[in-house]
């Protein structure tokens, strides 16, 4: 199996040779080493990969133009957005399985997005992720998880139910952690925002927060705020649960 770092070389090579063709320029790449200089042409680096390993670089490149091509959903004036990480997280991958005990059938099928947040404003990174796809998912919404990272090891913090993107972290903090904003729609409900104020043990379920039919005077920051319907039409469906 291509590791992570192994397929970033991949991309390198395959995109310097596509630089090169284009522009017609020599194809020789010239790279130093303890003040030795090298020439090797990218074709040969192109042709020291197994087929695989060609046609992996080949997926990530196009997979990342056409996210790079598509823009975030509109956002309204005073909310900021980002699009998902895009960098998969094997301990993440794991959790995901384990706590939605998600049967090997589905690890194709169902996708995760996340970011990385501070909800709390404690200085420690936690991460907010939706997990889309036949198992965790409904006419309303799908399941997320607040997750955080407690010696090293990640663990979920609360579970959500019938969650819709992009999630917007509110500027408003309510005993001592962000408001969230979730569209809340689907299933027969009118559609409008559910807004979630920490409870101190945790956040309402998304069906009981505050209702509001805009987004007029709220300020944040939008996470996973991928067109994900634009992507999805593009061919770009998300990092699945399957091992790399």
Same mark, same amino acid.
């Given at each position: !199996?291509? +590791?992570?770092? &192994?397929?970033?070389?991949?991309?390198?090579?395959?995109?310097?040779?596509?630089?090169?063709?284009?522009?017609?320029?020599?194809?020789?790449?010239? &790279?130093?080493?303890?003040?030795?200089?090298?020439?090797?042409? #990218?074709?040969? %680096?192109?042709?020291?990969?197994?087929?695989?390993?060609?046609?992996?670089?080949?997926? %990530? +490149?196009?997979?990342?133009?056409? *996210?790079?091509?598509?823009? !975030?959903?509109?956002?309204?004036?005073? /909310?900021?957005?980002?699009?998902?990480?895009?960098?998969?997280?094997?301990?993440?991958? &794991?959790? @995901?399985?384990?706590?939605?005990? %998600?049967? *090997? $059938? =589905?690890?194709?099928? +169902?996708?995760? =997005? =996340?970011?990385?947040?501070?909800?709390?404003?404690?200085?420690?990174?936690?991460?907010?992720?939706?997990?889309?796809?036949? =198992? +965790?998912?409904?006419?309303?919404?799908?399941?997320?998880?607040?997750?955080?990272?407690?010696?090293?090891?990640?663990?979920?913090?609360?579970?959500?139910? @019938?969650?819709?993107?992009?999630? /917007?972290?509110?500027? &408003?903090?309510?005993?001592?952690?962000?408001?969230? %904003?979730?569209?809340?729609?689907?299933?027969? #409900?009118?559609?409008?925002?559910?807004?979630?104020?920490?409870?101190?043990?945790?956040?309402?379920?998304?069906?009981?927060?505050? !209702?509001?039919?805009?987004?007029?005077?709220?300020?944040?920051?939008? /996470?996973?705020?991928? $067109?994900?319907?634009?992507?999805? $039409?593009?061919?770009?469906?998300? !990092?699945?649960?399957?091992?790399?």
């Amino acid at each position: !199996m291509i +590791t992570l770092k &192994k397929k970033k070389v991949f991309v390198t090579c395959l995109l310097a040779a596509v630089f090169l063709a284009i522009t017609g320029c020599s194809n020789k790449i010239a &790279k130093t080493s303890n003040d030795t200089q090298e020439v090797v042409s #990218a074709e040969s %680096i192109l042709n020291q990969l197994s087929d695989e390993e060609k046609n992996a670089a080949a997926l %990530i +490149t196009q997979e990342e133009e056409v *996210k790079n091509d598509v823009p !975030m959903v509109e956002l309204p004036k005073g /909310i900021q957005g980002e699009k998902a990480e895009t960098q998969r997280l094997e301990e993440l991958r &794991k959790l @995901i399985i384990t706590y939605y005990e %998600i049967p *090997k $059938d =589905y690890h194709e099928s +169902t996708k995760y =997005y =996340y970011n990385r947040v501070d909800l709390d404003d404690d200085g420690e990174e936690e991460l907010f992720v939706i997990v889309m796809g036949p =198992y +965790t998912s409904g006419s309303g919404g799908s399941n997320a998880l607040w997750v955080t990272n407690n010696g090293g090891e990640l663990h979920v913090k609360q579970d959500f139910t @019938i969650v819709n993107t992009p999630i /917007i972290v509110s500027d &408003k903090v309510t005993n001592g952690v962000h408001d969230l %904003i979730v569209p809340f729609y689907g299933g027969g #409900a009118q559609s409008q925002y559910s807004i979630l104020e920490f409870q101190g043990d945790g956040y309402p379920r998304v069906s009981d927060g505050k !209702m509001s039919k805009d987004l007029e005077g709220i300020t944040g920051n939008a /996470i996973i705020a991928n $067109d994900l319907v634009a992507e999805m $039409d593009k061919g770009i469906t998300g !990092m699945n649960l399957l091992a790399e």
